[in-house]
């Protein structure tokens, strides 16, 4: 009998810390707030590991547990249960561990904070509801989880509620986000539609056993579902067009930032297309505009984040741009690259997050990078963590994100004659990371201390209004506790070796990572039956004519082939370098050298550079063609028009009409007897008239 995982006890342990803190959090003391917000999430990250431990006894994969009926409404049942497989199990060690380092460094970074239970208590919230979607065992139960994270995020990002803009920032993810989540519901209703079921198992096998050909030739049912999937995607993952409430969403404190829109919550919409893999492999054209979204999103975003001089707005456009990298490997089916980046991304984002946590927190709420500089030597040991976060997302060898960014970068040129332009966007977009987070780096800590030496909090600025109490206030600069510093080396080791398990066989590995989650994705390949004649096979990444893996013809051992492809792979590995080395040169001449150059260049291209500073002017375009339409159509039609004119106008009628009528009875009330007997006498006349009328019918 196959052992009980108790995969219901994972999100239940950080349910409970936040409960506990929500309710009575207020009245506890400091260290037991700390003790409670620390133990659940440590305890659901050594459930996990166990869970990952016995995963390889398992003698069934995927692992369900059903635990009770949920809804059942005719022939159409959803039940309440988890699933374990090797996705969801990478999911599940990236949640819990990287989000357990998160919350210890959040008792150092938040512990002046007068909001520091309530704080905890949406933190552990979030990492519920977050494990609630990756072990949901259907999309009714992933759509809580969908649904959960974003109102957790919406507590997060307006944790500072008396700051406006924090306020604001809040509402428009909350808001934003719906309009993805919106296509997401559509997308399930097909699937029940055709389906009449919402269970993974039971959707990708009517799709893989029923009649369902490669829809090449058009858009049919599958394009329609894959394409409001993808849609509820680009809300979560902040992809064009919803990307724009990533960057607003900087305002909340900075573990959020890390924890959230970093390593975890960002990523949900990647790991959903992910495991929707076979309803995307059957639509090409939905496909398509994954990968075209993604290497948009990509290379938009980077060019945003070399303008930036706020030190976290920097890293919120990277965190967009490395989104759309893994946007782009989905779409050219290269899922596991995907998960793969999404893993290594979450320990150097985190890593870089947490990094810039420290950097405001020792100068007092500082964020602006013009106001720094010559930190190195005043806090070391921030400058060698974030130095190694740097070196790992510029994807520099033997950093993690080198490996796993060269991983996409391959699977994309090897997907076909379109998959050469999409790499070149992301070799691009590859050089243009290294420059703007080692330009990050130099002004931080290179050179000389410009104002960071007069560093006050400034009550106008993004975090200092927001209340970051105890970051220093008095002290100078200084070192972060090792409360903080601690979580920050971790998570520099993990970028350091945590791309070594997808090592590439070009350069002398296997890719176990790849052969891990080979099993997820390699059910969806083969086509249907009743697959057109003709038609595109699956993109499916392990097929036989996958990406790196050429078909070998019969009576041909594919030497020559193997090794063309492995000199190819090794040849675009040197480009991703000599990507990669560009910009730390370029950020190094223009930031180290010449530090005067970078403002001649930015008065060269003038109106070009103002508008690419100013972030293309989408925020104010989505205000004048979306916003403001809808708030003064509401104001005019909705309010004047419609509830004023005809609703109020509807019953302020009625209460006239009663007024008048119980004016008038109020008149016969004169409280002369005589005349009350006389309207007797009439009504009952009337009464034997109306009788007699009836008699005579």
Not at 6 to 12: C, D, N, S, V
Not at 580 to 589: K, Q
């Amino acid at each position: 009998m196959e052992q009980n995982l108790h995969l219901w006890t994972i999100p239940l342990l950080p349910l409970a810390g936040a409960a506990i803190n929500g309710t009575v959090g207020k009245r506890l003391q400091k260290n037991v707030v700390s003790a409670i917000a620390l133990l659940f999430p440590a305890l659901a990250f050594l459930q996990a590991a166990w869970v990952a431990a016995a995963f390889f006894d398992l003698r069934h994969v995927p692992y369900i547990e059903e635990h009770m009926e949920w809804i059942a409404a005719g022939n159409f049942t959803v039940h309440f249960a988890f699933m374990l497989d090797q996705l969801s199990l990478v999911m599940l060690l990236v949640v819990t561990g990287v989000g357990f380092l998160i919350h210890v460094y959040s008792v150092g970074y938040m512990s002046e904070d007068p909001g520091y239970y309530r704080f905890f208590s949406y933190l552990n919230l979030f990492m519920f509801f977050m494990l609630m979607l990756i072990l949901a065992n259907n999309y009714l139960l992933m759509f809580v989880g969908w649904e959960g994270v974003g109102l957790a995020s919406y507590l997060l990002i307006g944790f500072y509620f008396l700051k406006h803009s924090a306020s604001q920032a809040g509402k428009k993810a909350f808001v934003t986000n719906r309009v993805g989540d919106f296509a997401f519901l559509i997308g399930m209703f097909l699937l029940v539609q055709k389906f009449n079921s919402l269970d993974y198992s039971v959707v990708f096998a009517g799709i893989r056993n029923g009649n369902f050909p490669v829809e090449s030739g058009g858009a049919g049912f599958l394009t329609w579902v894959a394409i409001c999937l993808m849609v509820g995607a680009c809300g979560k993952s902040a992809q064009l067009p919803l990307y724009v409430w990533l960057p607003d969403a900087m305002e909340g404190p900075t573990p959020v930032s890390a924890l959230i829109h970093a390593a975890t919550m960002v990523t949900a919409g990647i790991y959903m297309v992910a495991r929707s893999n076979i309803i995307f492999n059957h639509a090409p054209i939905a496909l398509t505009c994954v990968a075209i979204i993604g290497a948009l999103t990509a290379i938009f975003a980077a060019s945003i984040g070399i303008t930036q001089f706020d030190i976290k707005r920097v890293l919120a456009y990277s965190t967009i741009s490395q989104l759309g990298y893994m946007f782009m490997a989905c779409g050219v089916a290269a899922y596991s690259a995907a998960i793969f980046h999404l893993m290594t991304h979450a320990f150097f984002k985190a890593l870089l997050f947490l990094s810039a946590g420290s950097v405001i927190h020792a100068l007092s709420g500082e964020q602006d990078m013009r106001r720094m500089g010559g930190l190195k030597k005043l806090i070391p040991w921030t400058f060698m963590v974030m130095t190694a976060g740097t070196i790992a997302i510029a994807g520099i060898w033997p950093f993690a994100g080198f490996f796993s960014k060269d991983e996409i970068l391959w699977k994309t040129w090897s997907s076909g004659p379109s998959g050469k332009i999409f790499w070149g966007i992301g070799w691009i977009t590859a050089l243009m990371t290294s420059f703007y987070m080692f330009r990050l780096l130099f002004m931080t800590f290179a050179g000389e201390r410009r104002e960071a030496e007069h560093a006050h909090v400034d009550t106008h600025g993004s975090h200092a209004a927001a209340g970051h109490a105890g970051h220093g206030h008095g002290h100078g600069i200084h070192e972060s506790p090792w409360v903080m510093l601690g979580p920050l080396v971790a998570l520099a080791t993990l970028s350091f070796i945590g791309g070594w398990i997808g090592w590439p066989q070009a350069l002398g590995g296997s890719n176990r990572f790849e052969k891990f989650l080979a099993p997820v994705f390699e059910q969806s390949e083969t086509a249907s039956p009743s697959q057109e004649k003709g038609a595109p096979p699956v993109a499916g990444e392990h097929a036989a004519a996958a990406p790196g893996r050429p078909q070998v013809e019969p009576g041909h051992s594919g030497t020559t082939e193997v090794h063309g492809e492995e000199g190819m792979e090794q040849l675009l590995t040197g480009l991703s370098l000599l990507a990669a080395f560009s910009g730390l040169g370029a950020a190094w001449y223009l930031y180290g050298i010449r530090p005067e150059k970078p403002a001649q260049i930015a008065e060269a291209f003038g109106g070009f550079y103002r508008t690419v500073k100013n972030k293309y002017y989408v925020d104010e375009i989505y205000q004048e063609a979306i916003i403001d339409p809808i708030v003064q159509g509401s104001d005019e039609i909705l309010w004047r028009s419609v509830d004023a004119g005809i609703i109020d106008g509807a019953v302020n009628g009625a209460g006239s009409t009663a007024r008048f009528f119980s004016g008038r009875l109020r008149q016969m009330q004169s409280g002369n007897i005589r005349s009350y007997a006389g309207w007797v006498a009439i009504g009952a006349v009337g009464v034997l008239a109306y009788m007699i009328y009836m008699g005579m019918q």
